[in-house]
């Protein structure tokens, strides 16, 4: 490429380079660029105001969850869909069009919608004899997959929404989160760690100073058991639970927990994990939302609060001791001592007469 246009394609997102075409007489080499810029410049207000909604912030805005189907997919794939699209409600878009889409051959597609309705996590619902009833968790970062998921959901233990009876819980609370399991705590990173991140993504929801007491009525518990007889991986059972108060009589009231569904347990299938370039600058943080750490104070491994106080260096003539009528008259002696010149170790003198012809009596002490 001629040097000209170095600095134009180092500032565009692709550049197409034509076939070169020489001149007959000059033999001069000619260049077609075509410039494709992801980023354009707005047309009106309106298309403005959109790319205004897209930029980077210091607090993002909740995360939107887009639910698609697959070419095929089961009957209890849709209806897990619509049960997860019920507890995600309102950050959610749901199409029910099937959608030719292979998440982990091509993920185009899954970029164009996620750019499209500015939804950096999606749920992809699909059934085959190879992976019955599956869900890929996707989760993307600037139009880019960041990294997916495969769960493939146990149909004998399944149970959607509807075939729990009861009163369901309102549109929108934040539920809270529930993982038991050595699995998920692991400090190597694994495919039940990613699923863990993925789940504390999709139902966290947008960020709130304060709590209503009153709206802690979801429960979300996930359980990691334990490995199966011929080495298979262990499941993820997902419960949901309603959390009712009732009287007891005293101060406090009785709570207690009542599972409203969906009950789905999980099979962890293929995983694809994030690129470490593309990782890092998903986690980075503006600056001045950081909270600034706070000097000399420190936690302890019980969760104590411990203060460090820097004190200046102290006076220790002017602390004060216990009182003693003895001592009045030796502090006495020694202040007019000083006054006069002498030294505080030449209090006491003979009793012969000085120049002056005055003698210097000494001070009684307490015995």
Not at 148 to 170: H, N, P, S
Not at 175 to 200: D, H, R
Not at 324 to 350: C, F, N, P, Q, Y
């Amino acid at each position: 490429m001629p040097k000209i246009f170095e600095n134009v394609a180092a500032n565009v997102s692709q550049v197409d380079v034509l076939p070169t075409v020489f001149h007959p007489s000059t033999d001069l080499c000619l260049w077609k660029l075509i410039i494709v810029s992801n980023f354009s410049k707005p047309k009106n207000a309106r298309s403005k105001r959109e790319l205004a909604k897209r930029e980077p912030r210091a607090r993002e805005n909740p995360k939107t969850t887009l639910f698609l189907r697959g070419p095929s997919s089961s009957s209890l794939v849709n209806h897990l869909l619509t049960d997860l699209h019920a507890l995600k409600r309102p950050f959610c878009v749901r199409f029910n069009k099937k959608n030719p889409i292979h998440p982990f051959e091509d993920a185009s597609s899954l970029e164009f919608f996620s750019q499209k309705n500015d939804a950096s996590l999606l749920v992809f619902g699909s059934h085959s004899k190879k992976r019955p009833h599956c869900l890929t968790w996707v989760r993307c970062f600037g139009g880019k997959v960041l990294d997916m998921m495969e769960l493939y959901v146990v149909q004998d233990t399944a149970r959607t929404l509807i075939q729990f009876k009861g009163e369901k819980c309102d549109i929108g609370l934040k539920p809270l989160l529930s993982f038991s399991g050595s699995q998920f705590e692991s400090p190597v990173a694994n495919q039940y760690t990613l699923a863990k991140s993925m789940f504390v993504d999709f139902f966290r929801g947008g960020e709130t100073q304060t709590i209503d007491v009153e709206g802690l009525q979801l429960l979300v518990s996930f359980l990691a058991g334990e490995d199966g007889p011929e080495g298979e991986p262990a499941q993820i059972h997902m419960r949901c639970w309603k959390i009712v108060t009732k009287r007891s009589g005293q101060r406090v009231p009785r709570v207690e927990v009542e599972e409203i569904g969906p009950r789905i347990d999980f099979t962890v299938g293929r995983i694809k994990e994030a690129d470490e370039a593309l990782r890092k600058e998903a986690m980075k943080v503006a600056k001045g939302s950081e909270a600034k750490p706070k000097k000399n104070v420190e936690t302890d491994i019980v969760g104590d609060k411990i203060g460090r106080i820097h004190l200046g260096k102290q006076d220790l003539t002017e602390l004060q001791t216990r009182k003693m009528k003895g001592l009045k008259g030796l502090k006495r002696a020694r202040e007019s001592h000083t006054d006069s010149g002498g030294d505080s170790d030449s209090i006491s003198v003979s009793g012969e007469e000085g120049s002056s012809g005055e003698g210097i009596k000494r001070p009684r002490l307490a015995q």
